[in-house]
Nanobody
Framework: VQLAESGGGSVQPGDSLRLSCANS????????ICWFRQAPGKEREGISC????????WYVDSAKGRLTISRDNTEGTVHLQMNKLEPEDTAVYYC????????????????????????WGQGTQVTVSS
């Protein structure tokens, strides 16, 4: 499995960004691509997932309404649209893959259990400041 993020950058509060995760190498349809972020001095936080099997999605409660995750299966890419960015969104953003069905993935994310995520991208920096 290969994953590669792109689309990060420096923006001002209130701006939007769209991150992309190019992914390939899967041999099953039962997996999810999830986005995480890690701010300086803080633990890695899972913020959104999309399940390849049925396109169902999961979002962390704190970011609902500002994030939209989507996929382009023809290009093997998952996007994360982030709107109304705040300085608190400054972090390195990673995409990662996990095998399992939608219910299992949702439980992992809700419980912050990331031990099953074996494949990660290199990360892309998002900086929000005025």
């Amino acid at each position: 499995v290969q994953l590669a993020e792109s689309g990060g950058g420096s923006v001002q509060p209130g701006d939007s960004l769209r991150l992309s995760c190019a992914n390939s190498g899967f041999t099953t349809d039962y997996y999810a691509i999830c986005w995480f972020r890690q701010a300086p001095g803080k633990e890695r936080e899972g913020i959104s997932c999309i399940n390849h099997h049925d396109g169902s999605t999961w979002y962390v409660d704190s970011a609902k309404g500002r994030l939209t995750i989507s996929r382009d299966n023809t290009e093997g890419t998952v996007h994360l649209q982030m709107n109304k960015l705040e300085p608190e969104d400054t972090a390195v953003y990673y995409c990662a893959a996990v095998f399992g069905g939608p219910d299992t993935v949702a439980l992992m994310m809700q419980d912050r259990y990331y031990g099953e995520f074996d494949d990660w991208g290199q990360g892309t920096q998002v900086t929000v400041s005025s």
